[in-house]
Every structure is written in C-alpha cells, then in structure tokens.
C-alpha cells in the first residue's frame, strides 16, 4: 500500500511539473546602431573682390609663363583679401580704362600701382598708400642730356592715361619732344628696342626691373633728376575705388595697417624689392 500511494504520490508530482508554465525570459532587443555623425558643414565661400589689373607692369603687375597674374601689386592684393576675408579675382584691364571700368562695376577695386593724385580723386577715392617710388627719364646711354631741352626732337613713347604721361605733355612736349602714347608699358619697350622710340617716362623701379636690367634693355639708362613733383605723380600708390563704398575702404585701410604691423608687408617687399618701397 505505501508503495502505491508512493508511487501515486510521485505522478502527481510530475504530473503537475508537466502541466505547469515554463517562464521564458524575454528576447533582448539589439541595441539600435548609433546614429552616423552629422557632416560638418562645408565651409563658407568667401565673398569674392574683384580686383583691376594691367598685368604689363613688372615687378609690380605682370603674368607667370603659365599666364597666372603675379608681381608685388598682386601680393599685397593677396594680403589685403586674407585680412578682410575676401576672394581675390583679377581682371585684366587696359591701363587708360581702368577707371571707367570700374565706374561701370566691371570690378570693384584697382590694384594695380595707380598713384594717388588730385585729378583722379575727383572721381574715384582710393585707400592710404602702400608704396611710392619715383619716376625716371630712359633714353639711349650716352644721349647728350643737360637739361629737358636737350631732348627735343625726341620720340617718348609713355603708358597712356598715367602720370609719367601727364608729366611728359606737361614738361618734355614743351621742351620740344614728341610723346607716343601707348596702351601697355611692355609695348613702349618693344618699340623702343626697334628704335621706333628715343625713350621712356616710367616709374623708376618698374623700367628697371621691365627694362634696363633685361637683354632687350642693353645700352639705355637714366637721364635728368628723380621725378617725383606732386601736381604730376601724386602722393603714392592706393587701391582706387568708388566714392561710394566708404565700408570698403575703411576694410582696406585697415588691413593695410595690420599688413604694414604684422610682418606680411616687409615679407612680400622682400620678394621683389632690395629697398623700402613703402617710401616716406
């Protein structure tokens, strides 16, 4: 009998083990994959200055043998943009249409060693100077020179609509010699090489280093004093701009106080210059 009722009593156990609910645990959900991190922002383009030049004016405007503009004028416009977080984009002018092109908005400065001078201010404005040197006479070596008479007869080819020419119809046309304008300073030296020309008027550091110092410069030098009048070649070299864009000029005028204090000024005259371009 005990063993019946152990045995009766061992089926209901496991009878009631069989029937009884097994508790599965829940599935873990798998942890969501982590979001990708967001793309940084592309920077912001900077606003673009379109900048005039006359890339025939070496060392101070002038184009690399890949065509790229280069020269000390376009450093320091390199410079001036880095200060006011703007674009430099050049665009190749004429020289005698350099303010009606930027009258017009075809670009919105000129840099491009134009001299600030009373005449021009009337209808452009321009920044403070960043540099000013003088201009030369430039004729054949061994021209007998005692004064500007003795260039009568004379044919001077200048860069047309600049201050050398103003000075040669103001001085050497009296004196006797016959003044040639032309559209680009490169231009005078070519003719002057073929002898359709006795001369120049030119800035003294550009007819060096565009002139004198090359093969095709051979035999020609400076005559009379340094020119350097005010009425005729102003106060030094600005960036011209319109009258209207005061915000402008006042960026530039102090970006070219900051270039002339932090070392990037002396750093790019160094480049092209052996002497103190910034003149007094």
């Known amino acids: ?165 103003k000075y040669a119809m103001g001085e050497l046309k009296p004196a006797g010699a016959s003044i040639v304008p032309y559209e680009a300073q490169d231009q005078v030296y070519l003719d002057i090489k073929s002898g359709r020309l006795d001369g120049t008027v030119a800035d003294q550091v550009e007819v060096n280093g565009g002139f004198l110092s090359k093969p095709e410069g051979a035999g020609y030098g400076f005559v009379g004093p340094v020119l350097n009048e005010t009425k005729y070649f102003g106060t030094g070299v600005g960036v011209a701009l319109r009258k209207e864009d005061t915000a402008l000029k006042d960026q530039l005028n102090t970006a070219i106080k900051a270039i002339r204090g932090n070392g990037v000024y002396e750093t790019v005259s160094k480049k092209y210059f052996d002497f103190d371009v910034y003149g007094n």
């Open 1 to 165: 009998m005990k063993h019946l009722l152990l045995t009766l009593s061992l089926i209901g156990a496991a009878t009631l083990v069989a029937c009884g609910k097994t508790e599965t645990p829940a599935p873990v959900a798998a942890p969501a994959p982590a979001a990708a991190p967001a793309a940084a922002p592309a920077p912001a383009e900077m606003p673009e200055l379109k900048v005039a030049i006359d890339p025939t004016y070496e060392p101070f405007t002038f184009k690399t043998a890949d065509g790229k503009p280069t020269g000390f004028d376009v450093d320091i416009a390199e410079a001036l943009c880095n200060e006011i977080k703007r674009k430099c984009t050049y665009v190749e002018q004429v020289w005698d249409s350099m303010i009606p092109g930027l009258q017009a908005k075809k670009y919105d400065v000129i840099v491009s060693s134009m001299s600030i001078t009373e005449e021009r201010q009337q209808v452009v404005d321009f920044t403070d100077k960043y540099y000013f040197t003088p201009s030369r006479i430039v004729v054949k070596t061994g021209t007998p020179f005692t004064d500007l008479a003795s260039l009568k007869g004379k044919k001077i080819g200048v860069l047309k609509g600049s201050t050398q020419e």
